[in-house]
């Protein structure tokens, strides 16, 4: 059954938000239940929704990892004492018409699919609120005890969320949701203003309340909610389909510069030069040694794990040659995201000498191509100095401002432009630093990102 708005429909909920929304605020402010909030780092995938069980549709569903911004565990929590029913009775009567509980003025269930006064796996809602965010849903999962439901496209979040019921010395009733942020406009609503997290908090604690007064039975304390906040980490277009297709258009792309004699960049020429050196633990005079500092870092640098994830991602191929390998990046600005390529434009591995010394140096660089906001080369390297086994990380940049048609990313680029690269060269340091020194502190096998959980790359067969 088709699930969209017919024009007078969308005409209605639109002249219902602003009375939707006001009556939301108003008693959201007077609300006297006491509410116990706590907010926690999470980590995937020990706080992604369970499965889908056996069988269940998958059509049009909205997956959690389809959605964007970090992934939002969720549970909120109301004891029960002198309950005139049961655990299985207040199921049955809450999933039969959850809108017996439901604050109507907030939240209102329509089913568009399947029969009233039951709840069977394969039902749909469209859960109506106060505001251009109705969400549709589709029954995943019923037991005596529980139910589950996962949405569907169009719905404000991407993931799953569970309504049950168990009995203790009393009931106790949870609402717990595994999700994430459907779009950009969702995430800054949601993680940014937090508006929809207090509007979404409030509705799901007055159902909560009228669960209460549904068993006959008195609440016990108040209202806990439990948040755990698990980063974004491989979320779309990072392992997305669509990420691998945005890789694949990048072969066709050239470098958005002409890569001439490398004496014509000069600050003269409008070029701006950078050189960054980053000293790594030092090991015994001589060539590298094996598992020591010189080749974790090369490891790292391979896999371009020194960049800081916060700052930037990568996507790319780890099955084919690090020479000429295309990387699509994800550089990260105050909840923005602008994907730009980049080739691999050569490795380096040779034994030099540099002012009387010789050192062993392997690296590589890439160029940016056609849609980067910048023009330049980036270069990589590790140097181990064989007479006194200093091992340094380093890099220099050339980079130019690229043509931008739009005036306000031009306008965006010329305010923070420099200080954002400055500052992905400082962290890439330092990070590098830190990754090189905990491997060595862990031991042989501690992998190439031993003591930090977020990983820069995200490698495709």
């Known amino acids: 059954m088709p699930r969209g708005l017919s024009p007078s429909r969308r005409l209605a909920t639109a002249a219902r938000w602003p009375v939707g929304l006001g009556l939301t605020a108003w008693r959201y402010m007077w609300r006297t239940t006491p509410l116990h909030r706590r907010e926690r780092p999470g980590a995937t995938p020990d706080d992604a929704p369970r499965p889908l069980p056996p069988g269940v549709e998958r059509a049009e569903v909205q997956w959690a990892e389809d959605g964007t911004g970090p992934l939002f565990r969720r549970r909120y929590r109301v004891r029960i004492r002198d309950a005139r029913l049961g655990s299985e009775e207040l199921m049955s009567r809450v999933g039969g018409d959850p809108n017996r509980v439901s604050p109507r003025a907030l939240a209102h269930f329509a089913k568009v699919r399947g029969e009233r006064g039951t709840m069977r796996v394969g039902d749909e809602f469209v859960v109506r609120m106060p505001g251009p965010w109705d969400g549709p849903v589709r029954v995943v999962e019923v037991t005596p005890r529980s139910f589950r439901l996962a949405t569907l496209e169009g719905h404000l979040e991407a993931g799953q969320i569970e309504f049950r019921a168990r009995e203790e010395d009393l009931v106790v009733f949870e609402i717990e949701s595994w999700a994430r942020s459907a779009s950009r406009l969702s995430n800054l609503l949601y993680h940014r203003l937090r508006m929809s997290k207090e509007i979404q908090l409030h509705i799901w604690t007055s159902f909560l309340e009228r669960v209460v ?249």
């Open 213 to 461: 007064d549904l068993a006959g039975g008195r609440r016990t304390g108040g209202v806990d909610i439990d948040t755990r906040r698990a980063e974004d980490e491989r979320t779309r277009p990072l392992g997305h389909p669509l990420a691998r297709r945005a890789l694949d258009e990048l072969h066709d792309q050239r470098l958005n510069f002409d890569f001439a004699d490398p004496a014509e960049v000069t600050p003269e020429r409008g070029w701006q030069i950078d050189d960054y050196r980053q000293a790594l633990p030092p090991e015994t005079p001589g060539p590298p040694v094996d598992g020591r500092s010189w080749e974790i870092a090369r490891r790292l640098m391979r896999d371009y794990e020194f960049a800081d994830p916060d700052i930037v991602r990568a996507v790319f191929r780890a099955d084919g040659p690090l020479e000429h390998r295309d990387m699509l990046l994800e550089v990260r600005f105050h909840g923005l995201r602008f994907h730009w390529g980049v080739r691999v434009g050569g490795v380096r591995d040779e034994e030099i000498e540099a002012k009387g010394r010789r050192a062993r140096v392997w690296g590589w660089s890439y160029r940016t191509l056609q849609g980067h906001l910048e023009m330049g080369q980036m270069d990589f390297e590790v140097w181990k100095w064989l007479d006194s086994g200093e091992v340094e990380f380093r890099i220099h940049a050339f980079s130019h401002p690229a043509r931008i048609a739009n005036p306000i990313i031009r306008l965006g680029v010329r305010l923070f432009g420099r200080r954002e690269q400055v500052r992905f060269a400082r962290h890439a340091c330092r990070r590098m630093a830190q990754l090189t020194a905990a491997e060595l502190a862990d031991g042989p096998g501690a992998g190439a990102v031993p003591r930090l959980a977020s990983s820069t790359a995200v490698r495709v067969a």
